[in-house]
């Protein structure tokens, strides 16, 4: 997403460039997200005891993400002498909803552990919510533009898009002799992040993501569930 016009002057004027100074921007910091909390519920259909298909639906709320980029300018007017570049970071926050499909089967231990390996597809639903760049101690926000007569607004509704990808799972399954099953799992997946609703002014990549999972297999039968010991 770029800046409007009144906003990047703005900018250039909080760092002290003019505008026959600037040259150009370069992104040599990727962004990069922090560790985030998930919570979901999934479904099993079992086949047999070691075979089953799995319906995942994950959420992921205030998921933040940061990096860094350089306004390049000249040290002199019009242009003239050596570059000077100038870093600063640009931040997001966005909500995901993430939707999967796959095939999951067991390979016993012991009676009461196993281990669990899963494959399927997903279908990533990513929110942005905030999109800014930090010039000292001021941020100015992406997530506008202009709407004539000189007006900045900001979008009427989050910026939402989806993309399709791939993942598989590794785990450890541990069952209980009166209801319940405790699953630790691994889960590495090559997703399609996008970003924004407009497919010329959207970001999108396909980017390697992991995670651990904790999950508690509730038993088809309630009286199981009531009466579970761990």
Avoid: C
């Avoid at 931040?91 to 796959?102: A, N, P, T, Y």
């Avoid at 009461?112 to 800014?132: A, H, K, P």
């Amino acid at each position: 997403m770029q800046l409007n016009p009144q906003t990047w002057n703005t900018v250039l004027d909080a760092i002290g460039i003019e505008a026959g100074q600037y040259r150009y921007i370069e992104y040599p910091y990727e962004m990069r997200y922090q560790v985030a909390p998930m919570f979901g519920l999934q479904t099993l259909l079992f086949f047999n005891p070691e075979s089953a298909f799995v319906l995942h639906v994950d959420a992921v709320s205030g998921l933040k993400s940061q990096g860094g980029f350089n306004v390049v300018s000249t040290d002199v007017d019009f242009g003239q002498g050596a570059e000077n570049r100038r870093t600063y970071g640009i931040f997001s926050e966005e909500d995901r909803l993430i939707l999967s499909l796959g095939y999951r089967t067991a390979a016993y231990i012991y009676d009461d552990l196993s281990w669990v390996i899963e494959i399927g597809g997903s279908m990533l639903n990513t929110s942005l919510q905030e999109n800014y760049i930090r010039i000292g101690e001021r941020n100015y926000d992406l997530m506008i533009g202009v709407q004539g007569n000189n007006a900045i607004n900001r979008p009427t509704s989050s910026l939402t898009a989806t993309g399709i990808g791939a993942y598989a799972v590794l785990g450890l399954e541990a069952m209980f002799e009166e209801g319940g099953n405790l699953i630790l799992s691994a889960r590495v997946s090559r997703d399609h992040v996008r970003l924004g609703i407009d497919e010329e002014a959207s970001f999108a990549a396909k980017l390697w993501q992991a995670g651990l999972y904790l999950t508690w297999v509730i038993p088809p039968q309630i009286g199981d569930f009531v009466r579970a010991k761990f």
